[in-house]
């Protein structure tokens, strides 16, 4: 079946305590990115990959980190997490990037930082 | 003014009813997306289309790329069909080519 996967579905934590959150694809599309979702503002992107050790920033990249060492994996990493990172997180995936070309979602992760 | 505007932000129907959801964009596009997120759950796509429209049991999408506006409908509502209705665009132009989304409309439908 194809999908995309990540993991914690759920997670608390303290500020200031490093945590990565896993994405992983079954579909060999090059194209990956993080958002996050928060009421009102819709989903805003994080980072995105164009394929293996390809990154770039999105809209609101600060404070975060990824890396893609494989195609399939693509996770999004927080250094020194503060409460503004409470949010859910979508990763999602595609062939490629843009055009006529259906994006797959995880299932998100929430993340709550106290 | 965001590029994607999606209306009504929060809608209420009665089981049966026939449900519209607007989206308007202002960018140049090369798809368009509809996305549908159950509470607690993930997103998945409904639609994605360049033109016309499509049709999917009782949920109908349409575009008017003209217009830039496109509408997702809904026959004969059911309760399961409460959910986050997300409208984005596949962006053309510029460094990348990126999905610009809406805010979403909140469906209930009560039995």
């Known amino acids: 079946e194809a999908q995309v996967t990540q993991n914690p579905r759920y997670l608390i934590t303290v500020t200031g305590k490093k945590l990565t959150v896993t994405c992983s694809q079954n579909?060999?599309?090059?194209?990956m990115s993080w958002y996050r979702q928060d009421p009102g503002l819709g989903l805003r992107q994080i980072y995105y990959?164009?394929?293996?050790?390809?990154?770039d920033k999105g809209d609101v990249p600060e404070g975060y980190k990824v890396s893609r060492k494989e195609k399939r994996n693509f996770p999004l990493i927080l250094e020194s997490p503060s409460p503004n990172q409470t949010s859910l997180y979508f990763c999602?995936?595609?062939?490629?990037?843009?055009?006529?070309?259906?994006?797959?979602f995880g299932q998100g992760t929430r993340l709550t930082v106290v | 003014k965001n590029e994607v505007e999606q209306s009504p932000q929060n809608l209420t129907a009665q089981e049966g009813e026939f449900i519209t959801i607007n989206c308007s964009y202002s960018v140049g596009i090369s798809a368009l997306h509809w996305l549908q997120q159950h509470p607690g759950g993930g997103i998945v796509s409904l639609f994605m289309l360049s033109s016309g429209k499509k049709k999917h049991g009782r949920l109908i999408a349409t575009i008017n790329i003209q217009e830039k506006h496109s509408s997702l409908h809904i026959t004969a509502s059911h309760p399961r069909d409460s959910a986050v209705y997300i409208c984005?665009?596949?962006?053309?132009?510029?460094?990348?080519?990126?999905?610009?989304f809406g805010t979403g409309t909140l469906l209930a439908v009560q039995p």
């Open positions: 984005a665009v596949s962006k053309t132009g510029g460094a990348t080519n990126k999905l610009i």
């Open positions: 579909m060999n599309h090059e194209y």
């Open positions: 990959s164009m394929n293996v050790e390809v990154t």
């Open positions: 999602a995936s595609s062939y490629r990037q843009g055009g006529y070309t259906e994006a797959f």
